[in-house]
């Protein structure tokens, strides 16, 4: 899967799952005040991210998650590292 | 003491989707039960079921709302946001009044298992999601509804089988009555997905008349079979009477009598003496006779020995009064958690049309249901007391009384 697809693939959740306003999302945007994030809502990012990529992100994992560009850098290096 | 009265009604059903569309149904005798083929890939004996489809509350609800919503929880909202709405209470009121909920429900049985399902297969419980506690409670109507409606008062789930929504409305009743709250939304609601009915279905409960949806479910008749099951959710908004004339809220009736019991028998099997002793208390709470009653809404559910034994108790009660009688559940199906609800709802839609709804299929009374005035044709009919029975697993009996203002 390419970065562009991974990106986009991330996107097609967000709107999806998260109900977020596509033109809201740019790399630059908070991932979590853009997308109003609570405690809940990091668990069903969790989920969504198993069932789209396949494997569990930690909670530790988003401490250093501030924008979508971090958001998609962390998925896109866990999809391409070696299993 | 306060007197307590009805300002909003909601309903949400296989025979109607709101107020209007139920009374309809209703006046015409209309079955909401068909045949879902699932169910037999399943192995229930029966897949007769009232149909209702879930609903997409998309445009309605926030995300986070609907995460943590079953369907049952989803069709409260409906039913309550119509009641409220015809209460005329507004989100200006919900947040300036003590405004409580109570609300019967017995089971989440789809949300617990897709739950531990994922728990299962995925050995993960992060990986359940968010909104799986939240819809695996069993009071996820009340922890939903206290939410999205920002109540204040007070907030706890009903649990008593197929009483549960009649117990809610008289504990509503009870607190206002006593000037503990003044406005409770009370009502019931009810999956109607498969999982919750497997083990009902287990235990022979079902009609297998499944060649005939429409005439499965045949309260009192000789040739019932069985109960069909169904859901939905329906709501009433009670009130002190002060409160309802002193806002200038519409007044539907007036809970006048809460009756209840336990049989302290059997976990399935009805009791004369028990589903009596509930009659008997309402009445008495009332303070009216029987001769006051102008129609019954019975708990019967098509099963041979439930209706024998309600048949029995109301006779009993009764005597030859001939007090008109119908079960709406020959319409409806059992819809369990709520029907303690629902039958108030559709009673007061009754005494608000002036009309008592049909036994539809009651063709054959048996020795017990011959001694009772069983309506089994729409008839035209000024109401202005009703009484509605429920009975459930464990014995538990509620019967409530209203009166037309």
């Known amino acids: ?83 | 003491m306060n007197r307590v009265v009805i300002t909003g009604i909601g309903v949400y059903s296989c025979i109607g989707q709101n107020v209007d569309e139920v009374r309809d149904s209703l006046f015409k005798g209309k079955s909401g039960i068909g045949f879902e083929a699932i169910r037999k890939e399943m192995g229930f004996r029966s897949a007769l079921t009232g149909i209702l489809p879930v609903p997409n509350l998309k445009d309605k609800l926030h995300r986070r709302f609907r995460n943590s919503m079953p369907e049952e929880a989803e069709y409260a909202f409906l039913a309550t946001d119509e009641a409220l709405k015809m209460a005329k209470i507004d989100d200006a009121f919900l947040d300036n009044n003590i405004v409580g909920i109570l609300y019967g429900n017995d089971s989440t049985a789809r949300a617990v298992i897709e739950g531990v399902d994922v728990m299962r297969q995925k050995k993960d419980t992060t990986l359940m999601g968010s909104g799986s506690i939240f819809q695996s409670m069993n009071s996820t109507i009340t922890m939903n509804l206290s939410t999205i409606f920002r109540l204040k008062g007070i907030n706890f789930t009903v649990s008593g089988a197929c009483a549960s929504g009649s117990h809610s409305i008289g504990m509503g009743y009870f607190l206002i009555k006593h000037g503990m709250q003044e406005t409770v939304i009370c009502g019931g609601g009810q999956e109607v997905n498969p999982y919750s009915m497997g083990a009902f279905d287990g235990i022979s409960a079902f009609s297998v008349r499944e060649n005939e949806p429409t005439k499965a479910s045949r309260p009192f008749d000789k040739n019932r079979d069985g109960l069909v099951p169904s859901g939905g959710a329906a709501t009433v908004i009670l009130e002190s009477y002060e409160n309802a004339v002193k806002r200038g809220a519409p007044i539907l009736g007036e809970v006048i009598g809460y009756g209840f019991s336990s049989n302290g028998g059997h976990i399935s099997q009805p009791s004369v003496e028990g589903s009596a002793r509930s009659l008997k208390m309402s009445l008495k709470d009332a303070a009216i006779s029987v001769k006051d009653v102008d129609y019954i809404n019975a708990h019967a559910t098509s099963t041979p020995i439930g209706d024998m034994f309600e048949a029995r108790a109301i006779h009993e009660v009764f005597g030859d009064a001939k007090c008109p009688v119908t079960s709406t559940k020959s319409m409806t199906g059992h819809e369990c958690w709520m029907a303690g609800a629902s039958e108030i709802v559709y009673s007061l839609l009754m005494m608000q049309n002036s009309f008592v709804a049909p036994n539809i299929n009651f063709e054959t009374p048996d020795e017990d249901s011959a001694k009772l005035n069983i309506v089994s044709k729409t008839i035209e009919k000024n109401i202005d007391v009703f009484l509605s029975n429920s009975f459930g697993f464990g014995g538990t009996n509620s019967s409530l009384i209203v009166k037309k203002i």
């Open chain 1, 1 to 83: 899967m390419s970065n562009q697809e991974i990106i986009e693939k991330i996107n097609g959740f967000l709107v999806d799952e998260f109900e977020a306003d596509i033109s809201l999302i740019t790399p630059e945007a908070s991932l979590k005040e853009t997308l109003d994030l609570d405690s809940l809502d990091f668990v069903d990012l969790v989920v969504v991210i198993e069932n789209n990529f396949g494997f569990k992100a930690k909670g530790e994992d988003f401490v250093n998650i501030k924008t979508f560009h971090d958001f998609y850098d962390y998925i896109i290096q866990k999809v391409n590292q070696p299993a």
